[in-house]
């Protein structure tokens, strides 16, 4: 998932964003996530979300 840029720079808060998954699509959303924190990927996203 990308963030659109808010611009404004430090600070800028960003809008909220909401997205509908099935639960197929969730479940396969979290395991995905999950892969990626214990691969040590996630070091290369920058989303706190992630770590």
Same mark, same amino acid.
């Given at each position: 998932?990308?963030?659109p840029?808010?611009?404004?720079?430090?600070g800028? *808060?960003?809008?909220?964003? !909401?997205?509908k998954?099935?639960r197929d699509?969730a479940?396969? =959303?979290?395991?995905?996530s *999950?892969?990626?924190?214990? !691969?040590?990927?996630?070091?290369?996203v920058?989303d706190?979300? =992630?770590?």
């Amino acid at each position: 998932m990308s963030r659109p840029f808010a611009g404004g720079g430090a600070g800028a *808060e960003e809008p909220e964003i !909401t997205i509908k998954l099935t639960r197929d699509e969730a479940t396969i =959303l979290s395991d995905w996530s *999950e892969r990626l924190q214990m !691969t040590g990927l996630s070091n290369t996203v920058d989303d706190p979300v =992630l770590k």
